[in-house]
């Protein structure tokens, strides 16, 4: 009799250990193919922890030489204007609206791609002859998913002062569809520059722009403040408030993507 419940006794311990060793649950799981789609052992699947990389085009406005030859401001539209123009001169500086351009725009670049965005320019350069139909263009074919157009503004009034932000027309025909993330994008930027102190005339719907009616993806521009003004020209130019201007920009930007 005992030596049969020493038997018995081996033959359960045994079975305890294969049954351990052949782990039915997880035969369960792989049967199912539970385990290959994240299930493990009655585990939730797992989210991917991988954020999308995001592509961002930043279009340094204008170039060395205008180009007066005429292009259609829309796809299908008669009107027509300059493929694209040199833009405005700093009173105060002398420098040339796409030397400024193209600066501010540099230092955009690098906070963007230090936030961990991907990054692409429509120019490096000032000797370009891109017009601005082809600078939208080139975004749509990137399938980029946010384009920031780089500007500064000139009036006869040289009291006037402020950055502006542009957005695509709400009712356009051409760019309805691109119009809420565009406005999203720019309303975010506008929070961010207020909080940081920067002077904002505020956000304005634009139908006429060819950069505009071009895109295909949603769009802001920004005036960067008045060429015009003799201490905002200085300012636009100093690489401190360069900097925390790109800086603003680039928050609003990022905060718009956390939305995506």
Excluded at 122 to 141: C, G, K
Excluded at 160 to 182: C, Q, R, V
């Amino acid at each position: 009799m005992k030596k049969y419940r020493v038997l018995v006794t081996i033959i359960i311990a045994m079975g305890i250990i294969l049954i351990g060793q052949s782990n039915p649950i997880n035969k369960f799981y792989k049967s199912t193919s539970l385990i290959s789609k994240g299930i493990n052992q009655g585990e939730e699947v797992k989210e991917d922890n991988k954020e999308k990389k995001f592509l961002i085009c930043i279009d340094p406005g204008h170039q060395s030489k205008g180009d007066p030859n005429p292009e259609s401001v829309a796809p299908d539209s008669s009107q027509k204007k300059a493929r694209v123009s040199s833009g405005a001169t700093g009173v105060a500086t002398k420098k040339p609206e796409y030397v400024l351009n193209l600066e501010a725009s540099i230092v955009l670049k690098h906070i963007l791609e230090g936030k961990g965005y991907e990054v692409i320019m429509t120019r490096e350069t000032h000797d370009v002859n891109i017009s601005n139909a082809e600078r939208a263009t080139l975004a749509n074919e990137k399938n980029v998913d946010m384009v920031v157009r780089i500007h500064a503004d000139s009036l006869n009034n040289s009291s006037k002062t402020g950055a502006s932000i542009l957005i695509p027309g709400k009712n356009s025909k051409y760019t309805s569809s691109i119009y809420e993330d565009s406005s999203k994008c720019a309303e975010l930027i506008k929070n961010s520059m207020k909080s940081n102190g920067i002077e904002l005339n505020g956000i304005f719907e634009r139908d006429d722009l060819t950069g505009f009616n071009w895109s295909k993806v949603p769009v802001v521009l920004v005036e960067m403040g008045f060429l015009s003004n003799y201490n905002e020209d200085q300012m636009m130019s100093n690489p401190e408030y360069q900097r925390k201007l790109m800086q603003t920009i680039a928050d609003g930007v990022e905060e718009y993507f956390k939305t995506k």
